[in-house]
Structure formats: structure tokens, C-alpha cells
């Protein structure tokens, strides 16, 4: 029984995202990478399906950090996930993050951006060996639900 459900389970994520080439992608969501990732290296592509809408994800490299792209088919930019330096944030975001931290180390660091706004900082959190993930605003400040 619990095998059959794990197996549901993962047929059913699988569906909602599937890896995809730049080929696949609709013109309009095409113009938008091609202007998202200027100087930048693709990693690879993605469709998602969530509340019955259709996303496109561009997975890449500027430099040496990683920035992903949500887009709809329409082309406009939905999010953004940039990783940042720790060290750039200010004071009370980094604040903010350590104490949702806790006693966990933060190994990777984004800035959650919808519809051209700065919403939250995403952390990803090893404690013990087990990784999590935490999000603060954009002032350190804990959210009343997760972006």
C-alpha cells in the first residue's frame, strides 16, 4: 500500500513539472529568456502546471551565481530566484534568517522577486544533515504565509 502511494505520489509530481528544450518554449516565453539571460549561461528548462496554468522555468548561471525565471506563457516574468551573497543583505534580513536558522547552517541564499517586487529571502538550512528551507521579508521580518 505504502508503495503504491509513494509511486502515485511521484507520478503526480512528475507531471506537474517536466524538463523540457529551449525548442519547446512559445515565442513570447522565448523573447523573455532571451532577454532574462544576457550574460548568462542556461542550465535548462522546465514546464510547470499549477492551479491550471501553464509556467515555464529558466534555470542559470550569471557568474557564479544561480537566478531562475518563472514565466507564463504570455511571457511576462512571474518570479525570480537570484542567489545572493549573505554578506550583501541588510543588517535585520540577516538577523531575521539566523534566528529562523537557528542552530542550522545557511548553505544557499535567494532573493524571491514577484511581478518586479522584492517579496522575501529564501534560505536554504542544513541542520543534522536534514536540509530545510526558511523565508524572511523583505525586511528580516517573518511572513504571514510562505511566497
Known sequence: MLFALLSTTIALSQEQEKKITRADLPP??????ADQSQGATIKGFSQEEENG?????AEMMVGSHSKDVLIDKAGAVVEIEEQVPFD??????KQGLQEKAGSGKIIKLESLTKH???????????TNGKKREI???????PLDHEE
Open 53 to 57: 496554468q501553464t509556467y515555464y522555468e
Open 116 to 126: 518586479d517586487k522584492l517579496v522575501a529571502y529564501e534560505a536554504k538550512v542544513q
Open 28 to 33: 513570447a516565453v522565448e523573447k523573455t529568456v
Open 88 to 93: 550583501s543583505l541588510p543588517v535585520a534580513v
Open 135 to 141: 523565508q524572511v521579508g523583505p525586511e528580516g521580518k
